[in-house]
């Protein structure tokens, strides 16, 4: 308990200096350092024979992305379509993983299929690295720390959520939510965690956290509550994954958090949907 205390608040410090204290090519190294640890940890959850191969992919499709459409750009306030719907695929891979996640274990085939597993993990690492770099440089010219505030919020959603479930779990938790892929997840505590997050959500917006995301009302009601939402479903499929690979946390690098994805699975939701789901509402995804 010590352990994983300690860890947390080192954790904490260093997110917050990353957010607040780190310009845009240093944050785009912390973002490309957390990127690379995921997709590390991902390789042998999908149990690729060479433990290298699918990082391998992940650069390689990280270079790609930064050779069409260069972060620095961002910083001028150009955000290429490319970006956008990059970060868009994000809608139907989470939309497409929910009935994977209803199904299991009955129906699990597809995770023997390596192809399938490449394109699933890529889907779910590519457009969250893309989202976070979008997020921080957004007004960066104007006011170094808007971006920072809106990365912090958009991740304090989803913290919010998970407050949110534990307490509500602990105190009123009776009917399991999907026992075959997370046995201590409840009903009570998904409808405690999502009050809570609307709470944090309904707050941030008070405070003028979400920039030009609050442009259109309805656009970031929507997409925040998208995001409050599918940051539960990006816990699961995490959860499932690690059941199919039989590992019990993705890595080793947190003492007493487990891996990098056991701290990200929700972000790799939330964060690109809110993005492309106000885009898609708010017309501006092209």
């Given at each position: 308990m010590v352990?994983?205390?300690?860890?947390?608040?080192?954790?904490?410090?260093?997110?917050?200096?990353?957010?607040?204290?780190?310009?845009?090519?240093?944050?785009?190294?912390?973002?490309?350092?957390?990127?690379?640890?995921?997709?590390?940890?991902?390789?042998?959850i999908f149990k690729f024979k060479q433990r290298y191969l699918f990082l391998f992919l992940?650069?390689?499709?990280?270079?790609?992305?930064?050779?069409?459409?260069?972060?620095?750009?961002?910083?001028?306030?150009?955000?290429?379509?490319?970006?956008?719907?990059?970060?868009?695929l994000?809608?139907?891979?989470?939309?497409?993983?929910?009935?994977?996640?209803?199904a299991y274990p009955h129906k699990s085939s597809w995770y023997e299929n390596k192809v399938i597993c490449a394109i699933l993990g890529l889907l779910m690492l590519v457009p969250f690295l893309e989202g976070l770099l979008v997020l921080r440089a957004t007004d960066i010219a104007l006011d170094a720390n808007t971006g920072a505030y809106l990365v912090l919020a958009v991740m304090a959603l989803v913290w919010a959520a998970d407050s949110g479930a534990y307490?509500?779990?602990?105190?009123?938790?009776?009917?399991?939510l999907i026992p075959a892929v997370s046995p201590k997840k409840t009903r009570e505590g998904l409808y405690g965690g999502l009050?809570?997050?609307?709470?944090?959500?309904?707050?941030?917006?008070?405070?003028?956290?979400?920039?030009?995301?609050?442009?259109?009302?309805?656009a970031l009601i929507a997409s925040?509550?998208?995001?409050?939402?599918?940051?539960?479903?990006?816990?699961?499929?995490?959860?499932?994954?690690?059941?199919?690979?039989?590992?019990?946390?993705?890595?080793?690098?947190?003492?007493?958090h487990g891996g990098m994805l056991d701290r990200i699975d929700s972000q790799l939701a939330a964060v690109p949907l809110f993005l492309s789901v106000n885009w898609l509402i708010s017309g501006n995804l092209a």
């Open positions: 352990t994983r205390i300690i860890t947390g608040i080192v954790l904490i410090a260093a997110v917050i200096a990353w957010l607040f204290f780190a310009d845009f090519p240093i944050f785009t190294m912390g973002a490309l350092f957390i990127y690379m640890v995921g997709a590390y940890e991902l390789g042998p992940a650069v390689a499709a990280a270079v790609c992305c930064f050779v069409i459409a260069p972060p620095g750009e961002f910083v001028s306030g150009h955000i290429p379509p490319v970006v956008k719907y990059i970060i868009a994000s809608i139907p891979l989470w939309i497409g993983v929910v009935p994977l996640i209803k307490f509500a779990g602990v105190f009123f938790g009776k009917n399991k009050i809570l997050a609307f709470a944090a959500l309904i707050l941030f917006m008070h405070l003028g956290l979400f920039s030009v995301y609050a442009d259109s009302s309805p925040g509550i998208i995001a409050i939402v599918f940051s539960v479903i990006g816990d699961l499929l995490e959860s499932m994954i690690k059941r199919l690979g039989g590992v019990k946390d993705s890595g080793k690098i947190f003492p007493g």
